[in-house]
């Protein structure tokens, strides 16, 4: 039982994991200007979510996992991640959550997970990577926005 409540869970943990990307970038926006280390830290969220999405479909990755993006280049990045995403979330709900996907990490080494739990880590990495983020924004002068999942589930 336990398992199913899972992934019932996880269409929305991924409408909230756009929502919060998209707060990233509104947050990061507030700055004086580009800062660097915040789009580095912002483009790993989203270069993380491209290689685990190249993996799910078992295409070549295209994307660095720690690049030197733009904002606009983040967002560009961010929008084809988000469309995937949605479309993800309509296959858990048909069932592929279950499929086993094997793949190389950049170490070279081989593993097996199933679609459900890739995107469980996906939805865990990019709020840890978020939080570093919005610190890192609030240290600058910016404007943090929270991006916690109480606060996505309190407006939706």
């Known amino acids: 039982a336990g398992m199913e409540r899972g992934l019932s869970m996880l269409p929305r943990l991924l409408d909230h994991l756009i929502w919060a990307d998209r707060r990233t970038a509104e947050a990061l926006a507030t700055l ?5 280390d ?3 830290g912002y483009g ?6 491209a290689v685990w999405l190249t993996r799910i479909a078992e295409r ?3 994307v660095s996992v720690w690049p030197s993006y733009t904002l606009d280049e983040c967002l560009a990045l961010a929008a084809r991640n988000h469309a995937e995403f949605e479309r993800l979330a309509r296959d858990v709900e048909a ?3 279950e499929r086993v996907v094997s793949y190389t990490n950049s170490r070279g080494e081989s593993f ?5 739990e890739i995107l469980h880590h996906v939805c865990l990495h ?3 990577h978020r939080g570093q983020v919005m610190q ?3 240290e600058r002068g910016g404007t943090p926005l929270a991006t916690d999942f109480i606060v996505y589930a309190r407006g939706k």
């Not at 790993?44 to 979510?49: K, N, Q, R, S, W």
């Open 32 to 36: 004086g200007g580009p800062d660097a």
């Open 136 to 138: 890192g924004v609030r």
């Open 126 to 128: 990019g709020m840890y």
């Open 44 to 49: 790993h969220i989203l270069a993380a979510e």
């Open 60 to 62: 070549p990755n295209d």
């Open 38 to 40: 915040l789009l580095r």
């Open 95 to 97: 069932g592929v959550g």
């Open 112 to 116: 097996s997970n199933t679609v459900s």
